[in-house]
């Protein structure tokens, strides 16, 4: 009988099981395949009882390309609230969001953080002073009824980014 069941193996799972399975490993990578620009990391807690996540790069204070006074906070209201869940639709959504900003800040600015906290996704970006609000709206363009808002700061010495670490990281 021990034989017999030796020859035996689980069937491989259906097509669109793979898929999901595929979809969360791919909202797990910080840098999501590649399409970020440096060495990214990820760090959960919680924050007032609910799940936090900040994705970071990580390479960033290291080498930065050129001086970038000014912290862009590109914030998107979620409708759903962020419980630690991935959802395909909604990261596609927020992907091709990011795509845009990345596409159209490229020369002018870098990612460096992004964070789920309960119905927020924000976006943080060290940007060179031609960035301003109307910029980024306009990268933006049409997002159908969303709640974004764009908030930019003076942050010359980077201490979001070395504060963000530090929490994050345990390093400066």
């Known amino acids: 009988m021990l034989a017999a069941l030796g020859g035996c ?3 491989a799972p259906p097509a669109s099981l793979q ?3 595929a979809d969360v490993a791919k909202a797990a990578d910080p840098s999501r395949n590649g399409a970020r620009a440096g060495r ?3 760090a959960e807690s919680e924050r007032d009882k609910l799940p936090i996540a900040w994705q970071y790069r990580e390479d960033f204070a290291v080498a930065p390309p050129r001086q970038l006074p000014q912290l862009v906070v ?3 209201a979620l409708k759903i609230p962020y419980v630690g869940q991935v959802d395909p639709a909604v990261q ?3 992907a091709v969001r990011e795509q845009r900003l990345l596409d159209a800040l490229k020369d002018k600015a870098e990612l460096v953080a992004v964070l789920d906290w309960h119905v927020q996704h924000d976006w943080f970006f060290y940007a060179d002073a031609s960035v301003t609000r109307e910029t980024v709206q306009a990268a933006l363009g049409d997002v159908g009824g969303h709640d974004i808002q764009v908030t930019l700061e003076n942050d010359v010495n980077q201490k979001f980014y070395s504060g963000l670490k ?3 990281s345990g390093s400066p």
């Open 9 to 11: 193996s689980d069937p």
């Open 19 to 21: 898929a999901e399975q």
């Open 40 to 42: 990214w990391a990820r």
């Open 74 to 76: 590109v914030s998107q």
């Open 92 to 94: 596609d959504e927020l």
């Open 166 to 168: 530090q929490r994050v």
